[in-house]
Structures are given as structure tokens and as C-alpha cells.
């Protein structure tokens, strides 16, 4: 129901086609936030493995398309494949998935760069989907909560005064 002009998320497809297109100045604030901290903490992606946990409409799929996007042939995985074999040798995983502490230290290998977007409620504490003893062994680690989100809700800021 939301315009195209006004639709900040970039969730109708309308708006997400013209992003794909490059007809916009906006950005799907999740791509974003994560373009933003690649940016900022100087993590080329070029010729790296990347490994996407969660096809959803908020993380999974837009990422996907972002980095698709960007020249990069990413994979994404959902809870029908298996995890290990797909993430022990990326060497960036971004999670989505919504589901506590799925990603363990012994899953990944040492310097891989972990990007946790997924949250998820476990006995009343807000966990993300990577687990925090993941940060010895990450050369990044954006934890969640606290990582992700705040930026995001930022590009989504940036994007009303976008257009």
C-alpha cells in the first residue's frame, strides 16, 4: 500500500526493482548497514567466499541481490541445507536466520568475518544467530544485538531524506 516515493524500507517490489536498477539513490537499509561496515572496517569482498544464512525478505534476499549486484556470486542457505558444510570455509557469513546462537566457534574458520542480522527471542534475552565466542576466531565480528540494527535504522533515516 505504501508508494514507491515514500517506501523508506525498499520492501514493495516496485521499490526494490528500481534499487536493482540503479533508478534510485536509495538503498535497502540491511545492504546498506553492511555496506557500511565493510566500508568502514576495510573488508573487500572481491574474490571472497560469501555465505548468506536466511532467504528472507529483510536479510537473505536483498543481500543476495545486493552482492549480486556487486559482481559477487554469493551463496544463500536456509534451514533445509547443511550449515556446517556450507559455512566452514567462507570467509564472510552474513546471518539472518533468526535462530539463538546457530553459528558456533568450531563452525567457521579463523578470520572469517561474521555479520549476525538475525535476532531472536531465548528465555526473554534478545540473542543473535551467531554465537559471541565466534569473536576469537573472527577478524570482524558485528555482534547482534547492538551491531546490525542501530546502522540500519540509520540507512533508513538517510533513505527519507533521500529522493
Do not use: Y
Not at 15 to 41: D, Q, W, Y
Not at 58 to 81: A, N
Request: aromatic fraction near 4%.
Amino acid at each position: 500500500c505504501v508508494s514507491v516515493e515514500i517506501d523508506i524500507d525498499m520492501l514493495s517490489s516496485e521499490a526494490f526493482k528500481k534499487f536493482l536498477r540503479k533508478e534510485t539513490k536509495r538503498m535497502p537499509p540491511v545492504p546498506g548497514a553492511i555496506s557500511e561496515i565493510f566500508g568502514r572496517n576495510g573488508v573487500d569482498i572481491k574474490d571472497k567466499k560469501v555465505v548468506i544464512v536466511g532467504k528472507g525478505k529483510l536479510v537473505g534476499k536483498p543481500v543476495f541481490l545486493w552482492l549480486m549486484s556487486r559482481g559477487m556470486m554469493p551463496v544463500i542457505i536456509d534451514e533445509r541445507d547443511d550449515l556446517c558444510l556450507s559455512i566452514k570455509d567462507a570467509d564472510i557469513i552474513i546471518s539472518g536466520a533468526g535462530s539463538p546462537h546457530l553459528i558456533k566457534k568450531d563452525m567457521v574458520k579463523e578470520g572469517v568475518v561474521l555479520i549476525d542480522v538475525g535476532t531472536s527471542s531465548d528465555k526473554g534475552v534478545l540473542r543473535g544467530d551467531i554465537d559471541p565466542e565466534c569473536v576469537q576466531v573472527a577478524s570482524l565480528f558485528s555482534a547482534a544485538p547492538g551491531g546490525v540494527g542501530p546502522i540500519t535504522v540509520a540507512k533508513l533515516f538517510e533513505n527519507m531524506a533521500l529522493e
